[in-house]
Protein backbone atom coordinates (compact mmCIF):
# COMPACT_ATOMS: atom_id res chain seq x y z
CA UNK A 1 0.00 0.00 0.00
CA UNK A 2 1.14 3.56 -0.93
CA UNK A 3 1.90 5.75 2.12
CA UNK A 4 1.15 8.80 0.04
CA UNK A 5 -1.40 10.94 1.64
CA UNK A 6 -2.70 14.45 0.99
CA UNK A 7 -0.97 17.79 3.10
CA UNK A 8 -3.03 20.27 1.85
CA UNK A 9 -5.01 21.92 -1.14
CA UNK A 10 -4.28 25.31 -1.73
CA UNK A 11 -7.01 27.86 -3.44
CA UNK A 12 -5.90 31.14 -4.77
CA UNK A 13 -8.54 33.72 -3.74
CA UNK A 14 -9.47 36.99 -4.22
CA UNK A 15 -10.15 38.04 -0.41
CA UNK A 16 -9.08 35.32 1.72
CA UNK A 17 -11.47 37.13 4.57
CA UNK A 18 -14.57 36.52 2.57
CA UNK A 19 -13.04 33.38 1.70
CA UNK A 20 -12.40 32.47 4.71
CA UNK A 21 -15.54 33.32 6.29
CA UNK A 22 -17.25 30.48 4.14
CA UNK A 23 -14.89 27.63 5.01
CA UNK A 24 -14.59 28.98 8.73
CA UNK A 25 -18.25 30.34 9.82
CA UNK A 26 -20.48 28.75 6.92
CA UNK A 27 -18.75 25.13 6.59
CA UNK A 28 -17.22 25.40 9.81
CA UNK A 29 -13.42 24.28 9.34
CA UNK A 30 -11.37 25.50 12.34
CA UNK A 31 -9.22 28.04 11.30
CA UNK A 32 -5.24 27.08 12.01
CA UNK A 33 -3.26 30.46 13.12
CA UNK A 34 -4.38 33.46 12.27
CA UNK A 35 -4.40 35.17 8.52
CA UNK A 36 -0.56 35.46 8.07
CA UNK A 37 0.97 38.43 5.47
CA UNK A 38 3.68 36.93 3.71
CA UNK A 39 5.30 39.79 2.58
CA UNK A 40 8.07 37.83 1.18
CA UNK A 41 6.10 35.75 -1.04
CA UNK A 42 3.59 38.76 -1.89
CA UNK A 43 0.68 36.74 -0.23
CA UNK A 44 -1.83 36.56 2.43
CA UNK A 45 -2.36 33.32 3.68
CA UNK A 46 -5.23 31.65 5.91
CA UNK A 47 -4.91 27.42 6.75
CA UNK A 48 -7.70 25.89 8.01
CA UNK A 49 -7.71 22.00 8.95
CA UNK A 50 -9.98 19.55 6.99
CA UNK A 51 -9.47 16.38 8.45
CA UNK A 52 -5.60 15.43 9.44
CA UNK A 53 -5.05 17.37 5.87
CA UNK A 54 -5.73 20.90 5.79
CA UNK A 55 -6.96 23.54 3.01
CA UNK A 56 -4.94 26.74 3.04
CA UNK A 57 -6.67 30.47 1.17
CA UNK A 58 -3.69 32.36 -0.38
CA UNK A 59 -4.62 36.17 -2.01
CA UNK A 60 -2.16 37.93 -3.82
CA UNK A 61 -1.09 40.70 -2.33
CA UNK A 62 1.09 42.59 -5.24
CA UNK A 63 0.00 42.62 -9.09
CA UNK A 64 2.87 40.71 -10.30
CA UNK A 65 3.90 37.70 -8.65
CA UNK A 66 3.42 34.25 -10.09
CA UNK A 67 -0.01 34.06 -8.42
CA UNK A 68 -1.38 37.20 -8.80
CA UNK A 69 -1.06 36.51 -12.83
CA UNK A 70 -2.40 33.11 -12.36
CA UNK A 71 -5.20 34.44 -10.03
CA UNK A 72 -5.67 37.53 -13.08
CA UNK A 73 -5.67 34.46 -15.84
CA UNK A 74 -7.49 31.61 -14.49
CA UNK A 75 -9.85 33.09 -11.86
CA UNK A 76 -10.56 32.39 -8.04
CA UNK A 77 -9.94 28.19 -7.30
CA UNK A 78 -8.10 25.33 -6.70
CA UNK A 79 -4.16 26.26 -7.15
CA UNK A 80 -2.21 22.94 -6.06
CA UNK A 81 -2.62 19.64 -4.23
CA UNK A 82 0.21 18.89 -1.50
CA UNK A 83 1.16 15.24 -0.99
CA UNK A 84 3.63 14.01 1.26
CA UNK A 85 6.67 11.50 0.22
CA UNK A 86 9.08 9.83 2.11
CA UNK A 87 11.64 10.88 -0.11
CA UNK A 88 11.98 13.58 -2.53
CA UNK A 89 15.02 12.93 -4.57
CA UNK A 90 14.02 9.20 -5.55
CA UNK A 91 10.76 9.91 -5.93
CA UNK A 92 11.62 12.99 -8.00
CA UNK A 93 14.27 10.96 -9.48
CA UNK A 94 11.73 7.98 -10.81
CA UNK A 95 9.19 10.80 -12.23
CA UNK A 96 12.08 12.29 -14.03
CA UNK A 97 13.01 8.52 -15.07
CA UNK A 98 9.37 8.26 -16.73
CA UNK A 99 9.65 11.19 -18.47
CA UNK A 100 7.29 13.04 -16.46
CA UNK A 101 8.18 16.93 -16.02
CA UNK A 102 9.42 18.71 -12.64
CA UNK A 103 9.01 22.11 -12.43
CA UNK A 104 11.75 22.17 -10.20
CA UNK A 105 14.79 20.07 -11.21
CA UNK A 106 16.23 20.00 -7.27
CA UNK A 107 13.99 20.00 -3.82
CA UNK A 108 13.34 23.82 -2.72
CA UNK A 109 13.29 24.44 1.25
CA UNK A 110 10.87 25.95 3.73
CA UNK A 111 11.10 25.71 7.34
CA UNK A 112 13.55 22.82 7.01
CA UNK A 113 10.89 21.00 4.98
CA UNK A 114 11.72 19.72 0.72
CA UNK A 115 9.16 20.40 -1.28
CA UNK A 116 9.20 20.21 -5.30
CA UNK A 117 6.86 20.73 -8.06
CA UNK A 118 5.77 18.68 -10.74
CA UNK A 119 4.18 20.19 -13.57
CA UNK A 120 0.46 19.96 -14.64
CA UNK A 121 1.29 18.59 -17.81
CA UNK A 122 2.34 15.24 -16.53
CA UNK A 123 -0.10 15.21 -14.26
CA UNK A 124 -3.78 15.39 -15.84
CA UNK A 125 -4.02 19.46 -15.69
CA UNK A 126 -2.99 19.33 -11.89
CA UNK A 127 -0.53 21.05 -10.04
CA UNK A 128 1.36 19.28 -7.61
CA UNK A 129 3.40 19.48 -5.21
CA UNK A 130 5.64 17.00 -3.49
CA UNK A 131 6.25 17.56 0.08
CA UNK A 132 8.88 15.34 2.18
CA UNK A 133 8.24 14.07 5.42
CA UNK A 134 10.14 12.08 7.60
CA UNK B 1 -12.98 21.09 16.41
CA UNK B 2 -14.18 19.58 13.60
CA UNK B 3 -15.17 16.08 12.22
CA UNK B 4 -15.39 17.21 9.00
CA UNK B 5 -12.74 15.63 6.23
CA UNK B 6 -11.61 15.22 2.48
CA UNK B 7 -13.68 12.64 0.97
CA UNK B 8 -12.53 12.76 -2.56
CA UNK B 9 -10.71 14.77 -5.49
CA UNK B 10 -11.82 14.63 -8.59
CA UNK B 11 -9.66 15.66 -11.49
CA UNK B 12 -11.15 16.08 -15.26
CA UNK B 13 -8.50 14.39 -17.81
CA UNK B 14 -8.62 14.22 -21.16
CA UNK B 15 -7.77 10.50 -21.06
CA UNK B 16 -7.93 8.63 -17.92
CA UNK B 17 -5.35 5.85 -18.86
CA UNK B 18 -2.59 8.60 -19.92
CA UNK B 19 -3.29 10.59 -16.29
CA UNK B 20 -3.79 7.16 -14.71
CA UNK B 21 -0.02 5.94 -15.76
CA UNK B 22 1.69 9.10 -14.10
CA UNK B 23 -0.89 8.63 -10.43
CA UNK B 24 -0.16 4.99 -10.34
CA UNK B 25 2.87 4.30 -12.22
CA UNK B 26 4.70 7.71 -11.62
CA UNK B 27 3.41 9.11 -8.12
CA UNK B 28 2.95 5.28 -6.91
CA UNK B 29 -0.39 5.18 -5.78
CA UNK B 30 -3.07 2.04 -5.44
CA UNK B 31 -5.84 1.68 -8.50
CA UNK B 32 -9.11 1.21 -6.43
CA UNK B 33 -10.54 -1.37 -8.83
CA UNK B 34 -10.64 -1.27 -12.15
CA UNK B 35 -11.34 1.62 -14.87
CA UNK B 36 -15.02 2.19 -15.02
CA UNK B 37 -17.31 3.22 -17.61
CA UNK B 38 -20.38 5.09 -16.89
CA UNK B 39 -22.29 5.16 -19.94
CA UNK B 40 -25.32 6.68 -17.88
CA UNK B 41 -23.13 9.76 -16.61
CA UNK B 42 -20.65 9.50 -20.03
CA UNK B 43 -17.91 9.48 -18.36
CA UNK B 44 -15.20 7.04 -17.28
CA UNK B 45 -13.30 7.18 -14.17
CA UNK B 46 -10.73 5.75 -12.23
CA UNK B 47 -10.21 5.86 -8.41
CA UNK B 48 -7.17 5.81 -6.64
CA UNK B 49 -6.16 5.84 -2.61
CA UNK B 50 -4.43 9.02 -1.33
CA UNK B 51 -4.23 8.32 2.25
CA UNK B 52 -7.95 7.90 3.68
CA UNK B 53 -9.13 9.79 0.69
CA UNK B 54 -8.86 9.38 -2.66
CA UNK B 55 -8.40 10.89 -5.95
CA UNK B 56 -10.90 10.19 -8.71
CA UNK B 57 -9.66 10.55 -12.55
CA UNK B 58 -12.68 11.67 -15.04
CA UNK B 59 -12.57 11.16 -18.36
CA UNK B 60 -15.73 12.76 -20.59
CA UNK B 61 -16.71 10.05 -22.90
CA UNK B 62 -18.93 12.30 -24.70
CA UNK B 63 -18.70 15.83 -26.04
CA UNK B 64 -22.06 17.50 -24.68
CA UNK B 65 -22.58 16.58 -21.04
CA UNK B 66 -21.47 19.16 -18.10
CA UNK B 67 -18.05 17.63 -17.80
CA UNK B 68 -17.27 17.79 -21.56
CA UNK B 69 -18.25 21.23 -21.90
CA UNK B 70 -16.15 21.84 -18.83
CA UNK B 71 -13.18 20.33 -20.28
CA UNK B 72 -13.44 22.13 -23.37
CA UNK B 73 -13.64 25.40 -21.49
CA UNK B 74 -11.00 25.21 -18.61
CA UNK B 75 -8.84 22.36 -19.67
CA UNK B 76 -7.64 19.54 -17.44
CA UNK B 77 -7.29 19.82 -13.90
CA UNK B 78 -9.49 19.75 -10.74
CA UNK B 79 -13.19 19.75 -10.84
CA UNK B 80 -14.31 19.22 -7.83
CA UNK B 81 -13.57 18.99 -3.81
CA UNK B 82 -15.46 16.32 -1.79
CA UNK B 83 -16.06 16.55 1.99
CA UNK B 84 -17.46 14.78 4.38
CA UNK B 85 -20.33 15.96 6.72
CA UNK B 86 -22.40 14.38 9.15
CA UNK B 87 -25.80 15.93 8.30
CA UNK B 88 -26.08 17.13 5.06
CA UNK B 89 -29.23 18.85 5.63
CA UNK B 90 -28.16 20.66 8.41
CA UNK B 91 -25.35 21.74 6.66
CA UNK B 92 -27.01 22.84 3.53
CA UNK B 93 -29.46 24.95 5.50
CA UNK B 94 -27.06 26.62 8.07
CA UNK B 95 -25.07 27.89 4.90
CA UNK B 96 -28.05 28.70 2.55
CA UNK B 97 -29.31 30.68 5.81
CA UNK B 98 -25.00 32.66 5.85
CA UNK B 99 -26.53 33.26 1.97
CA UNK B 100 -24.38 30.70 0.64
CA UNK B 101 -25.42 29.47 -2.75
CA UNK B 102 -26.28 25.18 -3.50
CA UNK B 103 -26.17 24.38 -6.97
CA UNK B 104 -28.80 21.22 -5.68
CA UNK B 105 -31.52 23.06 -3.53
CA UNK B 106 -32.14 19.16 -2.22
CA UNK B 107 -29.70 16.56 -1.39
CA UNK B 108 -28.94 14.30 -4.29
CA UNK B 109 -28.16 10.43 -4.39
CA UNK B 110 -26.18 7.77 -5.26
CA UNK B 111 -25.50 4.12 -3.82
CA UNK B 112 -27.65 5.22 -1.26
CA UNK B 113 -25.57 8.10 -0.25
CA UNK B 114 -26.60 11.73 -0.40
CA UNK B 115 -24.58 14.75 -1.21
CA UNK B 116 -25.14 18.57 -2.86
CA UNK B 117 -22.88 20.47 -4.69
CA UNK B 118 -22.02 24.32 -2.87
CA UNK B 119 -21.52 26.99 -5.99
CA UNK B 120 -17.81 28.12 -6.81
CA UNK B 121 -18.90 31.51 -6.22
CA UNK B 122 -19.60 30.56 -2.55
CA UNK B 123 -16.18 29.05 -2.09
CA UNK B 124 -13.83 31.21 -3.49
CA UNK B 125 -13.79 29.37 -6.64
CA UNK B 126 -13.64 25.89 -5.61
CA UNK B 127 -16.70 23.48 -6.72
CA UNK B 128 -17.68 21.74 -3.24
CA UNK B 129 -19.43 18.34 -2.78
CA UNK B 130 -20.39 17.69 0.20
CA UNK B 131 -20.79 13.89 1.02
CA UNK B 132 -23.30 12.62 4.07
CA UNK B 133 -21.55 10.31 6.07
CA UNK B 134 -23.63 8.57 8.95
Known amino acids: MSDIKINHLA ?3 EDVEKSLAFWRDGLGLDLGGEI ?3 PSEEV ?3 FLHLGDAHIELVQPTTE ?3 IAKYLAK ?3 GMHHICVEVSDIEAKMQELTDKGY ?3 NETP ?3 DGK ?5 HPKSTGGVLLELYEVS
Chains 1, 2 share one sequence.
Do not use: L, N
Not at 114 to 118: D, I, K, Q
Open 36 to 38: EDV
Open 101 to 103: DMI
Open 64 to 66: DSG
Open 114 to 118: RYAFV
Open 44 to 46: KIA
Open 74 to 76: RGQ
Open 108 to 110: RER
Open 11 to 13: VVV
